[in-house]
């Protein structure tokens, strides 16, 4: 009873005193009791308060300082400095990580003018300019009207796509040489005109490339190949290890599946007239959708005619196709047209 009072009675003047301490308490508590006299029998006297007074104290000052041990022990962060405000390129990470240390462009006509790679007079295999590949360069093309130029890929590398900015003014078609492991595919290009440039971009199995095609009127380059960094696989390592395909080996004058006509719907009411060159078509046809137009096996010994269709007002336009092996194929049907070689005594042939 009389501990219970005791404290009940210290806890009760240090929250009316206003003190922050239990000296503070303390000493109110012997002001009061000094000059107050109590009336209750059971009321403790000042001497059993000061010794409950010195256990509190002691119990109090251990506490307290634990509260201040742990208040050192708070680490407490610090505040978030913010260096700048301008913004920074995204970093790129896995295939298309950015090399540290490689200049970065100021624009993207300026990365374009850093990616391209031109002709040096060193790297030459005969006629062929030797390129280093190296992934996201833009390689320079030169042609020149009336003659093919031949991109030849590594041996070994699978065609998936071949795509032009300038289908019109440019004739781009692919071919392959070599057989089985040893196939190499082979993009053809010719302008129709000088002074005129596009792009092509290659997609095949192993990396992609990119390429400014330019047409000057008396330079041009018979061939462009690539050096790799990485070694091809050894022909033996290869045939243990990679089953041959032979629904890819595809003769180069057969036409790739996705341009295989649907046999059901052919049409081969087309009439061939005009002059008998050597590269004058065998037959045309059309499966509804697209119009083929077959040339002799001899069309590869000769220079190509550019295909002609008539308009709707009766003038003569140059129209998309493709080339694939000994056929042109037309993305489009149409009633006539014609196909014209030369400049002085030009060859037609109509269709």
């Known amino acids: 009873m009389r501990q219970t009072l005791s404290i009940s009675l210290i806890a009760l003047t240090f929250g009316l005193s206003g003190c922050t301490t239990l000296e503070g308490v303390w000493a109110d508590l012997k002001t009061s009791g000094a000059s107050e006299k109590t009336t209750t029998a059971d009321a403790p006297d000042i001497e059993e308060l000061e010794a409950d007074m010195l256990a509190a104290k002691a119990i109090w000052s251990e506490v307290d300082d634990q509260a201040n041990h742990a208040g050192h022990d708070i680490k407490r962060s610090e505040p978030v400095k913010l260096t700048s405000i301008d913004p920074q390129p995204l970093k790129l990470r896995g295939r298309y990580e950015i090399e540290p240390g490689k200049p970065r462009p100021a624009s993207v006509a ?3 003018a850093m990616a391209k790679v ?31 130029t031949d991109i030849a890929l590594e041996t070994g590398e699978e065609l998936i796509s071949v795509s032009a900015g300038d ?7 692919d071919t392959r040489s070599g057989a089985g492991l040893n196939a190499q595919i082979h993009i053809l290009i010719k302008p129709l005109t000088e002074n ?11 990396r992609t490339y990119y390429v400014d095609l330019v047409a000057q009127p008396d330079n041009y380059m018979p061939a462009v190949a690539w050096t790799y960094k990485t070694r091809p ?23 790739a599946y996705r341009d295989s006509p649907a046999l059901e719907n052919l049409n081969f009411a087309y009439k061939i007239k005009g002059d008998h060159p050597d590269w004058r078509p065998v037959r045309a046809f059309d499966d509804g959708d697209k119009v083929f137009i ?13 295909l002609f269709v008539e308009t709707d007002s009766g003038d003569s336009a140059l129209v998309n196709y493709r080339v694939k092996g000994r056929y042109y194929v037309v993305d489009r049907l149409f009633d006539k047209a014609e196909l014209r070689l030369g400049e002085k005594k030009q060859q037609v042939v109509k269709i």
């Not at 040096?120 to 020149?144: C, H, N, P, W």
């Not at 005129?196 to 192993?206: A, D, G, W």
Request: charged share 15%; aromatic share 10%.
């Open 110 to 112: 300026e990365a374009r």
């Open 118 to 148: 031109g002709p040096d007079g060193s790297d030459y295999l005969g006629a062929i300019q030797l390129y280093g590949f190296e992934r996201g360069s833009i390689y320079q093309v030169y042609g020149t009207p009336e003659q093919v």
């Open 167 to 173: 289908t019109v003014r440019w004739m781009v078609g």
């Open 196 to 206: 005129i440039s596009t792009n092509l971009i290659i997609l095949t199995s192993k």
């Open 233 to 255: 696989v050894p022909l033996q390592s290869r045939q243990a290890s990679t089953p041959v395909q032979y629904a890819s080996l595809r003769p180069a004058s057969s036409l």
């Open 294 to 306: 077959q040339f002799p096996v001899t069309i590869g010994r000769s220079e190509a005619p550019p």
